[in-house]
């Protein structure tokens, strides 16, 4: 399998491309920024970009889909609950696959950061988008976007095995990418147990960091 994490400018921005490297088929994630170098990764591996997937429609993450769109013909993919299909666009919900190659995209809907949020699984590695990141997550607002977000991490991702590999949207932690098992271990905003508990760090988070020598 070829997998990339690429920087895409903005606040520290990560695209990712995968592909199967047998069959050359590719997805490239959240592409932003510099598109051109992003679209020189693709070229240069002679790979058959298929998909252009958005972990949530910020512009952080999608201002580079009509640009590598118009360069590959490759489709959009991104959440949509009534998983709409045109010409050009694969609206995808909780639990939908798509092929890579011999290879599967699962997608998992992760509301919480952005209603249309998405993690990407494929083999061990998880794509986390702004849902989460290594040793925090996703920047929301204090009501139910926070509890949704709570819900999301707790249901969907906290129960993936330790070994899946997190892969974010943003490079904000010490490593730029981290394991399942690592963020439940130590991620402060996943030892938090309840929702209260939660939303009370995300409420007093730059006091916290303070507190804790983080960046
Ligand atoms: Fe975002």
């Known amino acids: 399998m070829i997998f990339e994490q ?17 069959g050359r088929e590719a997805a490239l994630v959240d592409p932003a920024g510099n598109t051109e170098a992003l679209l020189a990764r693709v070229r240069d591996q002679r790979l058959d970009l298929l998909y252009v997937v958005n972990t949530h429609g910020h512009f952080d993450h999608s201002a580079g889909n009509a640009a590598v769109q118009a360069a590959t013909g490759a489709k959009l993919v991104r959440f949509d609950p009534r998983a709409r299909r045109t010409a050009t666009e694969i609206g995808v919900r909780d639990g939908d696959e798509l092929p890579l190659g011999r290879r599967t995209l699962r997608f998992l809907h992760t509301p919480g950061h952005s209603p249309d949020s998405l993690c990407i699984l494929c083999g061990n590695k998880l794509l986390t988008g702004d ?30 095995p330790d070994e899946i590999e997190v892969y974010p ?44 020598g983080i960046a």
């Open 6 to 22: 690429l920087p895409a400018g903005g606040d520290r921005n990560f695209a990712y491309l995968l592909a199967d490297a047998s």
């Open 131 to 160: 849902t989460l990141f290594v040793g925090k997550v996703g920047g929301t607002g204090y009501g139910e976007d926070a509890r949704e977000e709570y819900e999301s991490l707790h249901r969907k991702l906290l129960v993936l």
């Open 169 to 212: 949207g943003h490079d904000v932690g010490l490593t730029p990418s981290s394991t399942i098992g690592h963020e439940r271990r130590t991620n402060p905003f996943l030892l938090r147990k309840t929702f209260a508990a939660f939303l009370e760090l995300k409420r007093n988070w730059l006091e916290y960091k303070r507190e804790h």
